[in-house]
């Protein structure tokens, strides 16, 4: 994908980048990228700023993860909240199947009721929910993919990717749970229960005045039952799906491919790895779903209602189009935003535990 240097800076906020002299000097606060050194003082130790796209970044240093982090903010919380609609059907199907009976009476009863408006019911939760979750997920990803190589050692490392990507991904998935709960505990309530709250300014204090403060982690252990297969399957799936596309499919090697191609392997690689990941984390999600909707349920009481056939079927077609979708969308603007500061696309290439090295904008 080609961008000119003024087309990728008016794209990224310029607080989020920094250049090569205010680099050395250590984090310069808020400056806008210059070819010239920065005269501003510096404030602090190592900068954790993007670099302008034109100037080169260090794999696996701050600045790397950093824009890793800003990439996964971007794809996920964009996604999550252009699918609203989409989730908020599943949602009521989940809850009340005789009332949801399929996917378009479900969005015909929203609109019959709710009108219009209502498909977005819960898009502000959603989004900052899923903002931190892929803040966290992308950029922690990152780092222990890394972490994990480097332990392994450059043999091992090889030999044994494909559980780097599964170790790498599901300790992520941990720490970005943590901050998508309290939000996806608050969105499934003001989704599910018509006239509980408007959306997140009155669903939040309204949702820890009656749970309290600890209900807002209530869901937090089905949460992970649902998030880190998930995510794992996610990572594991899309770095071995590039893999075999470039393997298999692309004539050539992704280093001699343009811009536009990887971004197309990464969206495809990405919806297959989506399907696979909504067939996993389904029975989770509909527990998530129903913990969540009820004031004290328990998973006990999920299984007895639901059923367990239910819990793996229950709005499967559905969800499997949206986190298709979702996943292949999500790949596709986090290599387009790694693309635009000047780093490769993920996947294809074997995780490398050597010291860093830097990568110019363009190169694969």
Not at 68 to 95: E, F, R, W, Y
Not at 123 to 130: A, F, I, K
Not at 144 to 149: A, C, I, P, R
Not at 305 to 329: C, D, E
Request: include cysteine.
């Amino acid at each position: 994908m080609a961008f000119s240097d003024k087309s990728r800076e008016s794209l990224i906020p310029s607080f989020l980048y920094s250049t090569s002299a205010t680099r050395a000097m250590g984090f310069n606060r808020f400056s806008a990228p210059t070819s010239t050194p920065a005269a501003s003082p510096a404030v602090g130790g190592g900068s954790f700023m993007i670099q302008a796209p034109k100037e080169k970044i260090e794999m696996y240093s701050p600045a790397f993860y950093a824009a890793c982090t800003a990439g996964g903010i971007a794809s996920c919380g964009l996604t999550h909240m252009a699918v609203t609609p989409l989730d908020l059907v599943k949602c009521n199907m989940q809850i009340d199947p005789v009332k949801y009976k399929s996917i378009t009476s479900g969005f015909g009863i929203l609109l019959k009721e709710q009108g219009p408006k209502g498909f977005f019911r819960g898009w502000v939760p959603t989004l900052l929910g899923y903002s931190a979750q892929g803040a966290c997920k992308f950029g922690f990803y990152e780092f222990f993919k890394k972490y994990y190589s480097d332990l392994a050692g450059p043999e091992n490392a090889v030999k044994y990717k494909t559980f780097i990507y599964l170790a790498g991904s599901a300790s992520a998935e941990v720490i970005a749970d943590v901050a998508l709960c309290p939000m996806e505990a608050v969105k499934v309530r003001v989704q599910t229960q018509p006239g509980f709250a408007r959306g997140l300014s009155d669903g939040f204090p309204k949702f820890v005045k009656s749970e309290g403060y600890a209900g807002l982690y209530k869901g937090i252990v089905p949460l992970w039952g649902r998030q880190i297969p998930y995510t794992m399957m996610k990572f594991a799936s899309f770095e071995m799906v590039v893999e075999l596309l470039y393997k298999h499919v692309v004539p050539k090697p992704k280093s001699e491919c343009s811009k536009p191609l990887q971004l197309g392997v990464s969206f495809g690689a990405g919806y297959i790895a989506g399907v696979f990941c909504a067939i996993v984390s389904h029975p989770a999600d509909n527990l998530v779903s129903f913990l969540n909707n009820a004031k004290g349920a328990t998973v006990g009481d999920a299984v007895k209602k639901i059923g367990l056939m239910g819990l793996f079927t229950r709005g499967l077609p559905l969800r499997i189009v949206m986190i298709g979708t979702l996943t292949g969308a999500q790949w596709g603007i986090y290599d387009a935003f790694k693309v635009m500061v000047g780093l490769p696309t993920t996947g294809g290439v074997t995780p490398a535990p050597a010291a860093a090295t830097e990568v110019a904008p363009g190169s694969a």
